[in-house]
């Protein structure tokens, strides 16, 4: 499998102040997200998603790319919100879902996702740095 690393941040002033538009200082963390992909040639137009936190599987999704149904998966509304993250990295992209292959994708948070480490941001990162 490929893979892709985004490392967590640590913001030195206030996330409120970037919210509101302002120059924020921050420094990159050691612990990130790994993002791990592999395409196969199967025909079948299938996403098969599966979410770790600290290498624990947590999340488990089989997504229908074609219709962008979800067939499988343990929490439906966390399926929901990847599923729709990843149509947005369809309609964005010029070469992702584009075809009828497989897509095996992994995610790996290496840190407390309520550290405030970036949990989203280094998965939407992760995400744009795979749809390029």
């Keep these: 499998m490929n893979a892709i690393f985004s490392p967590g941040k640590l913001m030195l002033t206030s996330e409120y102040f970037a919210i509101d538009g302002a120059l924020v200082l921050a420094v990159p963390t050691k612990l990130g997200q790994e993002f791990f992909f592999e395409e196969k040639e199967d025909g079948k137009s299938l996403i098969l998603w599966e979410a770790y936190h600290q290498n624990t599987l947590w999340l488990k999704a ?10 499988e998966t343990n929490i439906p509304s ?6 729709k993250t990843l149509k947005n990295v369809q309609q964005l992209s010029n070469s992702k879902f584009k075809t ?15 550290f405030g480490l970036g949990s989203s941001s280094t998965l939407m990162n992760n995400l744009a740095e795979w749809a390029e």
Excluded at 100 to 114: E, G, S, V
């Design 62 to 71: 089989v997504i229908d790319y074609k219709n962008w149904q979800i067939l």
């Design 78 to 83: 966390s399926a929901e919100f990847i599923t």
């Design 100 to 114: 009828d292959l497989t897509y095996l994708l992994k995610t790996n948070l290496q840190f407390p996702a309520d």
